[in-house]
């Protein structure tokens, strides 16, 4: 399956060059959450028999990588954002990935181990609303992101 959105890079050519620092680690982190995506997309299109050294890989970014990565976003939003709706929708769908990843980890572990799973649908469900879903929250972090440091720039995405 194609993924419907473009790489982190290449959604915001040319913008991390003008960020500070800790906005474009959002970034760069978001390159390596599109990575895991398509990590976790390629497992649910192999179910019901991944391979285990995918599922092994997958599992280690989604405990080592994504609570890191969760916690940096929302100190930048935290900072940068001023519309608190709009920070608490950011950290209230970081808290619905960081959840869903936990669940994923120990969903992935017995295929892991090679092993199986008893419902292949269930845990493709699950993948699949844990890949779409990040996808969906990066793209809005980082359309916030770009209308917090341009504020002269108009309405996001139409042309001045
Ligand atoms: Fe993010």
């Known amino acids: 399956m194609s993924n419907p959105y473009q790489t982190a890079a290449n959604r915001t050519a040319g913008f991390v060059i003008a960020c500070p620092p800790d906005v474009a680690q959002v970034f760069r982190d978001h ?15 192999s179910l019901p028999r991944p391979q285990a050294d995918a599922c092994t890989e997958a599992i280690e ?72 879903g990040c996808r969906r929250s990066m793209l809005v972090e980082e359309l916030a992101i770009q209308a917090a440091l341009t504020p002269r720039a108009g309405p996001v995405g139409v042309p001045n």
């Open 61 to 132: 970014r989604l405990e080592r990588f994504v609570p890191v990565h969760v916690r940096h976003d929302d100190d930048v939003f935290a900072r940068l954002i001023g519309d608190v709706h709009l920070r608490e929708r950011l950290t209230g769908q970081h808290n619905e990935d960081l959840g869903l990843s936990q669940e994923l980890s120990l969903a992935l572990e017995p295929l892991a181990a090679g092993g199986t799973t008893d419902d292949p649908d269930a845990l493709g469900y699950m993948l699949r609303c844990f890949f779409n």
């Open 31 to 45: 390159d390596q959450m599109d990575a895991l995506c398509a990590l976790l997309e390629e497992i649910a299109d």
